[in-house]
């Protein structure tokens, strides 16, 4: 497989588990499911502080995006978030990305917390 296949898969991949981190405690009433969610967001938040604020599906992608069609976005855009805006014709600044993530994603887990405490005793 080549370099650019393997960018975008792991470009999807990132995508899901992104969406995941938002909406994944939102939709669901399963105890079990809310019980991974519940985690999933410190476990991440402890990966960037470790990790220089990076994800490492992110780490991944810009490795694969080197010698391709990829290679120049990745250098002027290097986090996932600012690829993803760009998407949608969004230019956004790395610090700006971080806060809104950190936002989405802390929301999104309170909601899970919030059903998973007192929804469904």
């Not at 002027?76 to 956004?92: A, C, D, E, M």
């Not at 610090?95 to 899970?112: H, K, M, P, Q, Y």
Request: hydrophobic share 45%; with cysteine.
């Amino acid at each position: 497989m080549n370099r650019e296949k393997k960018y975008e898969i792991t470009f999807f991949i990132h995508i899901l588990f992104f969406i995941y981190c938002i909406i994944g405690g939102i939709i669901t009433n399963n105890k079990w499911l809310l019980i991974i969610f519940f985690m999933v967001w410190p476990i991440t938040y402890i990966h960037w502080l470790f990790n220089r604020g990076q994800c490492f599906l992110t780490e991944v992608e810009n490795e694969y995006a080197l010698g391709t069609k990829y290679e120049e976005i990745n250098k002027k855009y290097p986090l996932f978030t600012q690829r993803l805006s760009l998407l949608f014709g969004i230019k956004t600044r790395k610090e700006d990305n971080e806060v809104r993530v950190r936002i989405l994603f802390t929301l999104g887990w309170l909601v899970s917390v919030y059903k998973l405490f007192y929804l469904l005793k």
